[in-house]
Nanobody, 116 residues
């Protein structure tokens, strides 16, 4: 079992920035892929960004150039730096981990609200 705890969400004006953190309960060196997803009210949960243990990164087209995902293996933490925020970025942001043994785990989510 893997616990993921997100933090860093909040209310920010359009154009602002936030840094989201996701702390894992185990060494993330044993997690194949970690990522961030988001879910706006009434919409499905969508991929934002993922990073593999080997450092490969993928972003959703809507966030390319504005969001940056990174991982700190020493702290067992994955970050999502979000910049140039838009009202349409408002959502609950969830951390996800796919372990090397195939298990999939989700955090509880952190709310990001962008005011215009």
């Amino acid at each position: 079992q893997v616990q993921l705890v997100e933090s860093g969400g909040g209310l920010v004006q359009a154009g602002g920035s936030l840094r989201l953190s996701c702390a894992a309960s185990i060494s993330i060196s044993s997690i194949a892929t970690m990522g961030w997803y988001r879910q706006a009210p009434g919409k499905q949960r969508d991929l934002v960004a993922i990073i593999t243990s080997g450092g490969r990164i993928k972003y959703a087209d809507s966030v390319k150039g504005r969001f940056t995902i990174s991982r700190d293996n020493a702290k067992d933490t994955v970050y999502l730096q979000i910049s140039s925020l838009k009202p349409e970025d408002t959502a609950v942001y969830y951390c996800h981990a796919e372990a090397t043994w195939g298990g999939n785990y989700w955090g509880q989510g952190t709310q990001v609200t962008v005011s215009s």
